[in-house]
């Protein structure tokens, strides 16, 4: 079962871009969910964007929906966030794991969470 290790956080002023890598250590199914979560300070992790590694389905939370973009590179199988009119309000711990969705709901599914990478957004 593969690994799945977040990269790419960063301080930006706001309005800025930032594109986080989500980097595979092993095999990934080709049906597999990766998702993208994060944890605001004092607040529960949530899940803010999905894609289904075979299908390219993707799924984003509201709150970035037309700001953040979820793609995959199939030649390494790479899977990226890019974020682009970052605001302070999505300054927060980012992870990435594997996932399921539930009536658009994005949900982890995997057997633990990595270190996270840090992105903070500044006025």
């Known amino acids: 079962e593969a690994d799945l290790v977040e990269s790419g956080g960063g301080s930006v002023q706001a309005g800025g871009s930032l594109r986080l890598s989500c980097t595979p250590t092993?095999?990934?199914?080709?049906?597999?969910?990766v998702g993208w979560f994060r944890q605001p300070p004092g607040k529960e992790r949530e899940g803010i964007a999905a894609?289904?590694?075979?299908?390219?389905?993707?799924y984003y939370h509201f709150s970035v929906k037309g700001r953040f973009t979820i793609s995959q590179d199939k030649s390494d199988n790479t899977v990226y966030l890019q974020m682009d009119s970052l605001q302070p309000e999505d300054t927060a711990t980012y992870y990435c794991?594997?996932?399921?969705?539930?009536?658009?709901?994005?949900?982890?599914?995997?057997?633990?969470w990595g270190q996270g990478t840090q992105v903070t957004v500044s006025s």
């Open positions: 794991t594997f996932c399921l969705t539930r009536a658009g709901v994005i949900l982890p599914n995997g057997p633990n």
């Open positions: 894609i289904y590694t075979g299908s390219g389905s993707t």
């Open positions: 092993g095999y990934i199914h080709s049906s597999s969910c």
